[in-house]
């Protein structure tokens, strides 16, 4: 028996997503000011000069992590103190170069004062050693076996920065194509505003961290945008799916319905496919150490703002375009 207008909407679960949708839309659109102002902030600022704070991969430069050979004894370390001690250290001074300038440059102290971090204008290996000898007499000594040294020059610094915006220009313009291409305009415009709309959020963020904690963005944070992008497409696109299958089955209905009730129905799948991926990442955060931190909490950010946005956005936005077409053609 075919349906007809006076069938009612299918039990909805869980909520009608358009009673809401302003609410979702003033949410994103906080979420998405802040983070052009972040973004702004940190281009203005004469420290940074780029809407995010570009780490050693992009600068190039040296870094030198250390490990004190203290075990549990280990006496109470702060960032300022090395500091201090930084600012004492005298460094070889190479042919026709001015000597490095070590007052300023970024350093953490990790693991209750155990492990140091440091990041060095580019050092040579003679200074590498004499910086290394000097703060071991001061604040060591270290363990030989923990100690790393990574020096990366400006030229190839230059050349990953480069290739990672090349790689993620590639990478959003393929997926554009693609959902142009798989789906009607209008749902490919909404899925790449959607993409949009998470990465801004997830840079914003960082942005922020930048400004307020010196948080530095490396190669590894341009492969969580990349990854960000295809998890939000994706979840983007499950939920259209739905939708044009309710189109089908619920024509007869107002599309704001069919729209609540392919949300609804996909609402479950798509909880429980971002919290069974933010475990892991949780994981990372809590018990990976500092080497995949930032990079863990770029990709737990862009995914649940990824999960908000196909479930809270996309389909409200398309229930309101669709409705305000029909009522320009109503014949259409």
Known sequence: MSPTAADPVPEIRFFR??????????????????????????????????????????????????????????????????????????????????????????????????????????????????LIEQLSSRIGPFLPGDTSIETIGPTLGDQLLKSSLVSLLVSFAAIAAYITFRYDRLFASLAILCLAHDVLITAGLFAWLGLLLGVEVDSLFAVSLITVAGYSVNDTVVVFDRIREQKSLLGHLPINDQVDVAVDVTLTRSLYTSLTTLLPLLGMIFFGGSSLFWFAVALATGIAVGSWSSIGVAPTLLSLITASNRARSPLA
């Open 17 to 130: 997503i358009n009673r809401y949708r302003r609410l979702a839309w003033g949410a994103s659109g906080a979420a998405c000011v802040l983070s052009l102002l972040g973004l702004l902030l940190s281009w203005l600022n004469p420290s940074i000069g780029l809407p995010l704070k570009p780490g050693l991969d992009f600068t190039g430069g040296t870094r030198i992590q250390l490990e004190r050979a203290c075990g549990a004894s280990c006496s109470p370390l702060t960032a300022p103190q090395v500091e201090e001690q930084l600012s004492q250290v005298t460094l070889p001074v190479e042919a026709g170069a001015a000597a490095p300038q070590l007052e300023r440059a970024p350093l953490q102290v990790l693991d209750g004062g155990r492990s140091i971090d440091l990041r060095m204008p580019t050092l040579s290996a003679d200074q590498s050693t004499a």
